[in-house]
């Protein structure tokens, strides 16, 4: 897929819930190759937190990637306690690009979409294992910040994880 494709990222709106839902199953299932996690006994993997992304609308923001109109992946982005610093600030949450889609920039187009819709304070943390992600958001927050942002390492779930830390 040649990166003159049109990226974009839109609210999720709450018809659409299903298909984030679908869009999490995909996203969970490749992110227990490395988490390790299980499915349930109705064969799919769970996020508990999905359904607050429709009850705390001031809180966390869903949003959908699409790639020339058709849909490519998600985001979620949430307001926490920083860890790096104190004060409150944005999160990714989750971040999803279906294979298809992946190696193509489709990522390094989406992310920075989300960053631009709030200003602020960022972290964006991976777990401990994920040395691809660790390099990919590495990689985008080194470019969107021209180089300004800090990295740590935090104890949290009985791992050390990397947080990328900048403010927009």
């Given at each position: 897929?040649p990166?003159r494709?049109?990226v974009?990222l839109?609210?999720?709106?709450?018809?659409q819930?299903?298909?984030?839902?679908n869009?999490?199953?995909?996203?969970?299932?490749?992110?227990?190759?490395?988490?390790?996690?299980?499915?349930?006994?109705?064969?799919?993997f769970?996020?508990?937190?999905?359904?607050?992304?429709w009850t705390?609308?001031?809180?966390?923001?869903?949003f959908l990637i699409?790639v020339d109109?058709?849909?490519?992946?998600?985001?979620?982005?949430?307001?926490h306690e920083m860890v790096?610093?104190?004060g409150?600030?944005?999160e990714?949450?989750e971040?999803?690009?279906?294979?298809?889609f992946?190696?193509?920039?489709?990522?390094?187009?989406?992310?920075?979409q989300a960053?631009?819709r709030?200003?602020?304070?960022?972290?964006?943390?991976q777990?401990?294992?994920?040395?691809?992600?660790?390099?990919f958001?590495?990689?985008?927050?080194?470019?969107y910040t021209?180089?300004r942002?800090?990295?740590?390492?935090?104890r949290?779930?009985g791992?050390?994880r990397p947080v990328?830390?900048?403010?927009?």
């Amino acid at each position: 897929m040649p990166t003159r494709h049109v990226v974009s990222l839109r609210c999720a709106r709450p018809n659409q819930k299903e298909l984030l839902r679908n869009l999490m199953q995909l996203y969970l299932y490749d992110f227990s190759e490395i988490e390790k996690s299980r499915m349930n006994a109705k064969g799919l993997f769970e996020y508990k937190y999905l359904k607050y992304y429709w009850t705390e609308p001031k809180k966390r923001f869903p949003f959908l990637i699409y790639v020339d109109g058709k849909v490519a992946g998600f985001v979620l982005v949430k307001t926490h306690e920083m860890v790096t610093c104190r004060g409150e600030g944005y999160e990714i949450a989750e971040f999803f690009v279906a294979r298809p889609f992946r190696r193509h920039g489709v990522g390094m187009k989406a992310a920075p979409q989300a960053f631009d819709r709030f200003r602020g304070l960022w972290e964006v943390s991976q777990t401990e294992h994920n040395r691809v992600a660790r390099r990919f958001w590495r990689g985008v927050i080194r470019r969107y910040t021209k180089g300004r942002f800090r990295e740590t390492f935090v104890r949290a779930d009985g791992q050390v994880r990397p947080v990328q830390a900048f403010r927009n």
